[in-house]
């Protein structure tokens, strides 16, 4: 295995782990009622003034890198995949945030 590919898998563990705990709260916090976690609210608030949130902003980021290495693996985080079809959910018949989070942590429970 090259130095650079042991690197990335490195990387990997460590933003993954970031990305579990991280996910974790910030699901509980917005089951309890908070909004900005999926972003179905970001056009109301664009530059993030009052609606920020910035472990949800942190998540996002953290999704997307994800996805970006385990690509090159020819590899998918089914947790990391799910979180970013969630935030991509928009319309008047899409569940509020927090009924999706608190969906979230049944599915997660669950399986």
């Known amino acids: 295995m090259a130095k650079r590919q042991k690197i990335k898998e490195m990387r990997l563990i460590e933003i993954e782990s970031e990305f579990h705990s991280l996910l974790l709260s910030c699901l509980r916090e917005c089951a309890r009622g908070r909004y900005g976690l999926f972003g179905q609210n970001a056009h109301l608030d664009p530059d993030g003034r009052y609606l920020g949130w910035p472990d949800a902003k942190r998540l996002r980021d953290l999704?997307?890198?994800?996805?970006?290495?385990?690509?090159?693996?020819?590899?998918?985080?089914?947790?990391?995949?799910?979180?970013?079809?969630?935030?991509?959910?928009?319309?008047?018949?899409?569940?509020?945030?927090?009924?999706?989070?608190?969906q979230f942590l049944v599915e997660m429970d669950q399986g």
Do not use: M
């Open 63 to 102: 999704a997307y890198e994800i996805r970006a290495i385990r690509q090159k693996f020819g590899e998918a985080n089914c947790i990391c995949e799910r979180f970013l079809q969630l935030c991509l959910l928009r319309g008047p018949n899409v569940p509020g945030e927090p009924k999706l989070a608190s």
